[in-house]
Nanobody, 115 residues
Framework: VQLVESGGGLVQPGGSLRLSCAAS????????MNWYRQAPGKERELVAV????????NYAGSVKGRFTISRDNAKNTVYLQMNSLKPEDTGVYYC?????????WGQGTQVTVSS
């Protein structure tokens, strides 16, 4: 299993970013996919979840209405569209899945929201 995130960067408050996570090594379309983030000095937190077919999503309260998780099973890729970004959204964003009871993580992509 391999998960590779991309799309992070530096953005001003109120701006947008789209993160991508390319998956390989397992049957992507079978599994729930998650985005987590970890801010400096804080624990990793769950940001968004999407079911295998994409029909159900859920979000942390702090990002609801601003972030959108989606997936393209034909491309083995999950996305996180982030709008109206705030400084408190700063952190490393990780893609995650649990395959056969084992958690897998990408290397993370840094998102910095600052003026």
């Amino acid at each position: 299993v391999q998960l590779v995130e991309s799309g992070g960067g530096l953005v001003q408050p109120g701006g947008s970013l789209r993160l991508s996570c390319a998956a390989s090594g397992f049957t992507f379309s079978y599994y729930v996919m998650n985005w987590y983030r970890q801010a400096p000095g804080k624990e990793r937190e769950l940001v968004a979840v999407i079911t295998s077919g994409g029909g159900y999503t859920n979000y942390a309260g702090s990002v609801k209405g601003r972030f959108t998780i989606s997936r393209d099973n034909a491309k083995n890729t999950v996305y996180l569209q982030m709008n109206s970004l705030k400084p408190e959204d700063t952190g490393v964003y990780y893609c995650n899945c649990n395959v056969l009871g084992r958690p897998y993580w990408g290397q993370g992509t840094q998102v910095t929201v600052s003026s």
